[in-house]
């Protein structure tokens, strides 16, 4: 059997070649070999035609081994193989959101003499795919764990200006890629969440600035000078011993980062807000609500907030003795049930323009399991206060002060007259009295307690990009000191951030489960007699599901020849 070409001259003197499959039969008869046509498949320059041979062609390859392809004569030999298709996701996504445009263009202004967009690009996908240090991905990951076009060339030293070019053009770059990502994507900037978090570094001493506090770094801007970044303050992941920074980030209801910053390791959430509405002013967000948590509340924040009749969602403190603990949760009212998990209740607090409006929220599930955790702290409280009685007298200061002072038993306890200590049911009282609720508050009269509530618990989008920052992209640990690479560093992390939010959101799953998919697909050297061939599997079902789901096409199965 064999494909057959026959040709027919029409009378415009055009020929048109048609191709049909064909077999040879031998007739007993006449002695002589005929040919019968088995299927005709049509003309020979329609695509659709070319398009299902080479998907028989395919089918029939399937049915044999690749070694028994291979003509004998021939030395063809695999020389690598490297994973391939998460790469071309991640190229894609950052050539389609307009990255690659963005900061060429950007590059093109200081007339780098280096790829710095390729450099850049590496950088970020390596943090998405196998998060290291940067000597290790130029010693290892880029130049033995994959291969990328136009970083052939690139050496250390490049990817350290491509950090510094970074920090120098950060504001101007992330300006430009949120209003690409939001104008492709039509997302939502209507809420817009914020939250703060620590970054420790594995040092001793905190950094020393000038007598204004400032450090200067080399960036390509000329030098510019920074807050000494690297100082010892409120540790949010349990390291106040080691020095650190403060990160904040905006992201959208999606989970889109919008913008983040960088503080000294000292500052406190509540002073941040400022400079966060300032950055974001110029921004043109339209109508934006603006959602904190409780360490974003005072008094100078929610004036800020609220400066140019713009709105804010924040979460209030419950145990300061203030406004919320007096009045807010001391006014009786009914519950209205929004889930199972959510009863709202509206409390206002004042009258006319200066009224306040809280909404209590109660969580009956949560509260079951706060009353439970708590019966077992006294559990195990009494059972220390019974050693402790029964201790010897030289133990029981030592022992009393680290009962007093333990987070976890001391909110319970009080020393008598005759110094005993003794669990406060005055205080279990109270603790019970906050199980399950939480209060928000906001200046938006167009949103209803059942808004707000919903609206406050969407905060979890900004935890959820902490989790993936800390612990997928590890953001952590840092291998740098001077302030602008760790600005950089930072920023590369958010870059990264960002195309694996873009990627979830299309298909609808985690990047780690998309990755593992993609990584099937893979980019093969083929040397020969005649040269090398750089081709590309095929994308197996679940890669090639993923890619549908990004509408993008299959890689190109030839990446080179030489």
């Known amino acids: 059997m064999f494909l057959r070409e026959s040709s027919q001259r029409r009378k415009t003197g055009e020929t048109v070649t048609y191709l049909q499959f064909a077999e040879s039969l031998w007739d007993p008869k006449t002695k002589r070999a005929q040919t019968r046509i088995v299927y005709n498949f049509g003309r ?34 695999v020389v690598d193989c490297w994973p391939y298709g998460d790469l071309y996701v991640l190229n894609a996504l950052w050539d389609r959101l307009g990255i690659r445009a963005i900061v060429e263009n950007t590059a093109a202004e200081g007339r780098q003499r280096f790829p710095v967009e390729r450099a850049l690009f590496a950088l970020v996908a390596n943090r998405a795919t196998a998060p290291c240090s940067k000597l290790y991905c130029y010693e290892q990951w880029l130049r033995e764990d994959v291969r990328l076009v136009g970083t052939a060339d690139l050496g250390l030293h490049h990817l350290y200006r491509a950090m510094d070019f970074l920090e120098a053009h950060k504001d101007a770059i992330e300006q430009s890629v949120y209003f690409q990502v939001s104008n492709l994507l039509n997302l939502e900037v ?102 904190g948590d409780a360490g974003m509340v005072s008094a100078d924040n929610l004036h800020t907030l609220s400066r140019g009749g713009e709105k804010y969602l924040v979460g209030m403190p419950l145990r300061r003795g203030d406004e919320v603990t007096k009045e807010v949760l001391a006014r009786p009212g009914r519950y209205r049930t929004v889930a199972d998990n959510l009863k709202v ?166 990047w780690r489960n998309i990755r593992d998919d993609l990584r099937h697909v893979k980019l093969v050297q083929l040397a020969g007699s005649d040269g090398e061939l750089w081709q590309v599997t095929d994308p197996m079902p679940a890669a090639a599901r993923r890619l549908q789901q990004l509408r993008l096409p299959p890689p190109p199965p030839l990446l080179a020849v030489r």
């Open 44 to 77: 020979a320059d329609d695509p659709a035609v070319i398009e299902r041979l080479r998907r028989l062609a395919r089918s029939i390859l399937r049915r044999e081994h690749p070694e028994e392809l291979a003509p004998a004569s021939t030395s063809i030999r």
């Open 190 to 291: 209507d809420i817009l969440f914020y939250d703060t978090t620590s970054l420790h570094f594995e040092v001793d001493e905190e950094d020393q600035g000038d007598a204004k506090g400032q450090v200067r770094g080399s960036a390509p801007s000329g030098g510019k000078r920074y807050p000494a970044p690297r100082k010892r303050g409120y540790s949010k992941n349990g390291r106040s011993d080691a020095p650190q920074v403060v990160i904040g980030l905006a992201v959208s209801r999606d989970g889109i980062p919008v913008r983040h910053w960088v503080f000294p390791g000292n500052t406190v959430d509540v002073t941040t807000v400022a400079q966060v509405k300032k950055d974001l002013r110029g921004w043109r967000l339209g109508r934006c609500l603006f959602v």
């Open 345 to 510: 209740k509206e409390v206002l607090v004042g009258d006319g323009e200066r009224r306040r409006r809280y909404v209590v929220c109660f969580n009956p599930q949560e509260a079951e399991r706060q009353r439970k955790h708590r019966e077992q702290v006294l559990a195990e409280l009494r059972a220390e206060l019974d050693t402790v009685a029964a201790g010897p007298t030289a133990a029981l200061s030592k022992r009393v002060s680290a009962l007093r002072t333990s987070g976890r038993y001391g909110a319970y306890l009080t020393l008598t007259r005759d110094h005993t200590l003794q669990i406060d049911p005055a205080k279990v009282a109270r603790a019970a009295r906050f199980d399950g609720k939480f209060v928000v508050h906001s200046n938006d009269d167009t949103l209803s307690p059942e808004d707000m509530a919903l609206g406050y618990k969407q905060q979890l989008r900004v935890e959820q990009a902490w989790r993936t920052l800390k612990s997928g992209l590890s953001l952590r640990p840092v291998f740098h000191w001077a302030p602008h690479r760790i600005h950089a560093h930072i920023a590369l992390t958010v870059l990264s951030l960002l195309l694996e939010r873009v990627i979830e959101r299309e298909c609808q799953d985690t």
